[in-house]
């Protein structure tokens, strides 16, 4: 474990003038700005409760699933190539390191940046409803909710990590998969089909698009809802999944596509 | 316990149906500077990446401090400093930065280690210029550096002298001198360039198609690379002959119609040309000629010299 968090703090040493990472963590206020600025729904809004509502759900499902799954997707593969593309792998084998404790190294990085990436979108939209005027009435509940949803993103960017990984290719490349990866899952991460399927064995509960939407759009306000929203939310909510439910899913499909990346990661020549 | 700091047994190393290294067993001992010195592909740099684990051999073992370097190597890796290729570093940091995230991987807490590193091979501590704006040279001196920060008992160096300008060059072959001089430290140094391994290394051990041709100290080299007579004479076969009859010299050799070669020590010039000429056999030439590193090279090899 010691070496491991010895491995992340040079992971982060390494970050250094890298502009692709504070680019995508710059992005991360994007939504929310955009949102603020130009989006009519925000002049409408006639309370800090449904600001923060309207915010927030903005952040969950634009942010998370068009942004922050791409970015760390294409993270990822800068992360895990530049060893690779910089012949560094036998410098760092003869300490030595092991290639799977770099691999793991290099995903907790990126399970950081999830978090820290929708902690600032959350906290960039808590100054622009302070900065409104409105009172942030339920902020910090969906301030973390968030958060859990940065983790599921990261969760569910693994598996295309490991094709990029296992692809071995150029970035052009990877970014193509990323951006496939990111549309379908966002699709499928709106699609009736998979978001009206039990908890158990299948795509609604193992994809992550899906998943996420069933674990956090429960804990948005539906007291007054409009007629759409009342319509989705009857649909949807025998669907939810608890949050132990939720993050069994995140914890297992984790340990699997994190042990498979290490050991992919493993057989690269050094 | 072994008299040697690196031993390999018959080390092959095969990609695919062609063999890289061949039953390779080489000897490098303590305190000592062993130069490997074979031709470009030679089989030089595989046999120090499986020194250091970063390829996995075909066969054969490696022993380094005595033990086997399989399932030992978080013992053994830490005790050497290495130089393998091209120097590989992040582009987007400085040579300092570089070298911190080494030294912490390395449980290097004092900033003098670095710092000293740098200091050694005449690079500047806490310059803003990152690697990928470094020279050749400065590359190379920062893959020195890193190699040495550490202060490891034994250093393996792959062609540690490429892209130095000479006076680099000469200040990099005093430092490893003085590694092994006074620090006691043992060195692995592979070269293509016979005059460095002459200059700095006092066991040679020469490669060619990954078969280890020769292994042996540079005094004993020296005292094989014996002297030799070549005599141009009206009739070759027949001074050979005279020379085996009357002198008792049995390795003579006939080069063409008017050329021999007598490597023996033993022969006393002055005696063979009088007994020539007095057979009859006209002497238009007598020469004494000593072997340089590099004809001893080209005949182990067979081929064609090096640089």
Redesign the interface.
């Known amino acids: 474990m010691r070496a491991l968090l010895?491995?992340l703090?040079?992971e982060f040493?390494?970050l250094?003038?890298?502009p692709l990472f504070f680019a995508s963590a710059a992005i991360s206020a994007l939504i929310p700005l955009g949102c603020a600025l130009f989006l009519p729904d925000f002049h409408a809004f006639t309370s800090g409760a449904e600001a923060v509502e309207g915010m927030m759900s903005t952040l969950f499902q634009m942010s998370a699933y068009l942004l922050l799954m791409p970015a760390l997707v294409v993270l990822a593969a800068n992360l895990l190539f530049?060893e690779q593309d910089?012949?560094?792998?036998?410098?760092?084998?003869?300490?030595?390191?092991s290639k799977p404790a770099l691999a793991l190294a290099k995903m907790a990085l990126l399970f950081l940046f999830a978090i820290a990436f929708m902690a600032a979108g959350g906290l960039v939209n808590l100054v622009i409803v302070l900065a409104a005027g409105w009172e942030p009435d339920g902020f910090w509940r969906l301030f973390f909710v968030g958060i859990g949803q940065g983790v599921m993103m990261w969760a569910g960017a693994l598996p295309c990590v490991l094709i990029v990984v296992l692809l071995n290719r150029s970035y052009i490349v990877s970014v193509i998969i990323t951006f496939f990866y990111t549309a379908v899952n966002y699709i499928f991460g709106t699609s009736d089909f998979f978001i009206t399927q039990p908890f158990g064995f299948n795509p609604g509960t193992l994809l992550p698009g899906p998943l996420a939407f069933r674990w956090f759009f429960q804990y948005l306000d539906a007291s007054e809802p409009g007629a759409q929203m009342a319509a989705l939310w009857e649909r949807i909510s025998p669907y939810f999944v608890t949050t132990p439910q939720a993050f069994l899913v995140v914890v297992m499909e984790s340990a699997v596509f994190l042990t498979l990346i290490a050991l992919v990661y493993k057989r690269r020549n050094? | 316990m072994s008299d040697y700091v690196i031993e390999t047994r018959g080390l092959t190393k095969r990609f695919g149906a062609q063999n890289s290294v061949s039953d390779l067993s080489i000897h490098v001992r303590k305190g000592r500077i062993y130069g490997l010195l074979g031709r470009n592909g030679a089989g030089k740099t595989t046999t120090m990446r499986m020194l250091l684990g970063l390829t996995a051999p075909s066969s054969g073992e490696v022993r380094i401090f005595g033990r086997p370097l399989r399932g030992n190597e978080k013992r053994i890796l830490p005790r050497i400093g290495s130089l393998i290729e091209s120097p590989g570093f992040y582009p987007n940091l400085t040579g300092t930065e570089n070298l911190r995230i080494f030294a912490e991987l390395r449980g290097l807490k004092d900033p003098e280690y670095v710092k000293t590193a740098l200091e050694v091979v005449n690079l500047p501590y806490r310059d803003k210029k990152l690697f990928s704006q470094y020279s050749l040279g400065m590359k190379q001196r920062l893959a020195i550096a890193l190699a040495v920060m550490h202060n490891p008992e034994l250093l393996i160096l792959d062609e540690p002298i490429n892209g130095l300008d000479p006076i680099g060059i000469a200040e990099v072959r005093d430092f490893i001198r003085a590694l092994c001089d006074t620090s006691g430290k043992t060195i692995l140094i592979s070269s293509h360039i016979l005059s460095e391994i002459s200059l700095l290394a006092d066991d040679i051990g020469i490669i060619d198609h990954g078969v280890l041709l020769e292994e042996e100290s540079l005094a004993e080299l020296e005292a094989k690379n014996g002297k030799y007579y070549r005599f141009i004479v009206s009739s070759a076969p027949q001074a050979a002959d005279l020379l085996r009859d009357k002198l008792g010299i049995r390795n003579a050799q006939v080069n063409h119609t008017h050329e021999l070669t007598v490597r023996d020590a033993r022969l006393d010039a002055g005696a063979a040309v009088r007994l020539l000429v007095e057979a009859g056999v006209a002497v238009s030439d007598a020469h004494l000629y000593e072997d340089t590193l590099e004809d001893y090279f080209k005949e182990v090899t067979g081929g064609e010299g090096i640089a």
């Open positions: 010895k491995l703090r040079c040493a390494k250094r003038r890298k530049e910089n012949d560094i792998l036998k410098n760092l084998m003869a300490v030595p390191v050094g």
